[in-house]
């Protein structure tokens, strides 16, 4: 039993109880010690800068806020999702009752979704905070993350059909299992397109869309600066210049620091839907094959890769791994550049549009 059919599975109850074929043990021997070895690296990866931040929550900025939910949405996936994969792997079946089977499958696509909409909602608040530096100033800060709160609940409905779909079943003699149940033959296809539409297709052209509009104005605020380098605004601004040029580089890190996150998760989530897609719409595609195990296993790798990067992006990698285990002041440089940063772009944008609409006295 790979990891294929614990997520989207597009084997139903007939399937099951017409090719009971025993599984490879060498395969699963492999999936055993790669799923043991994502489980402990991301649990502990995760949980201890979820700890971190947690330490520091009253003095989080708000991409520090995005990258907490992101650690916990990982968690979600390591615990939820990487764990009974890898206890069903060694158990052969599914041991447990109707109802833990279907929580266990509802929870494994909550994880999923979480942690894409959360990379999206991460990435709408640097489109806004870059391109649309005065709507961030003026936003009024809030007790609950309103992008967060709509991330949250949009994986807690999507991941309803689950519930439906997957019951605990006798799929031989005495023999039970955890199985969906799909009409056949369009069912499997409708679920499983529909749902590589709306975790990871439209999520990521969403996000490929701000990334470009974040870069076009980054390029675009670069060129300006460039150009009035030697004219009157550096004249006028002179030490100020100099204070937000070092203030924005805060901001153009998280940006970077997002771009990597997105590349990651398409990197390893870009096989898993492929191959899901693959098995549904075409009869003959080698589901039992080592490669589809693999690729499978891939998709995991991201609960992994997100809190790397953020640590290597806080530049503070041996630093904040020696936080974990002290109780020392909360560091609040970050929030305060964050802070710093959206009022200098603010005062930059007022100021380049009055100089703008200010008449040249050499063309009167």
């Not at 023999?175 to 590589?196: M, N």
Request: aromatic share 10%; glycine share 4%.
């Amino acid at each position: 039993m790979s990891w294929f059919f614990v997520n989207i599975s597009n084997i139903t109850l007939e399937d099951a109880l017409s090719d009971d074929d025993p599984r490879d043990e060498r395969l699963a021997r492999v999936e055993i010690v790669l799923l043991s070895i994502i489980f402990i690296t991301a649990g502990i990866l995760n949980f201890g800068l979820l700890l971190v931040l947690w330490k520091r929550r009253k003095q989080l900025s708000r991409m520090r806020v995005f990258v907490l939910h992101l650690c916990v949405a990982d968690l979600v996936v390591t615990f939820f999702q990487v764990c009974p994969q890898l206890m069903w792997d060694i158990t052969d079946r599914f041991v447990g009752p109707d109802v833990l089977c279907r929580a266990v499958k509802y929870l494994q696509v909550v994880g999923m979704f979480a942690s894409t909409y959360m990379i999206v909602v991460m990435t709408i608040d640097r489109y806004q905070a870059i391109c649309k530096p005065m709507v961030t100033f003026q936003r009024h800060r809030a007790r609950w993350n309103g992008p967060v709160c709509a991330a949250w609940c949009a994986s807690l409905i999507g991941s309803l059909p689950q519930i439906f779909i997957f019951s605990r079943v006798e799929v031989a003699p005495g023999v039970y299992d955890c199985w969906a149940q799909f009409i056949k033959p369009w069912g499997p296809r409708a679920y499983v397109t529909w749902t590589t539409l709306v975790i990871f297709v439209l999520p990521i052209l969403l996000v490929i869309v701000c990334q470009v509009r974040i870069c076009r104005t980054v390029y675009i605020n670069f060129h300006m600066k460039t150009q009035q380098g030697a004219g009157k605004v550096r004249k006028q601004l002179s030490s100020r210049a100099s204070s937000v040029a070092g203030m924005s580089k805060a901001r153009v890190k998280t940006v970077k620091m997002t771009v990597v996150i997105v590349f990651a998760y398409i990197l390893c989530w870009a096989p898993f839907f492929t191959v899901q897609l693959w098995s549904v719409w075409d009869v003959e595609a080698p589901t039992q094959t080592a490669t589809f195990t693999i690729l499978m296993l891939l998709a995991s790798l991201n609960s992994c890769a997100n809190p790397v990067i953020y640590l290597l992006f806080s530049g503070k990698l041996p630093q904040t791994l020696v936080a974990l285990m002290c109780a020392g002041q909360p560091d609040l440089k970050e929030s305060i550049q964050e802070e710093a940063t959206m009022v200098s772009s603010l005062y930059i944008s007022l100021k380049s549009l009055s100089e703008s609409r200010r008449p040249d006295p050499s063309d009167s």
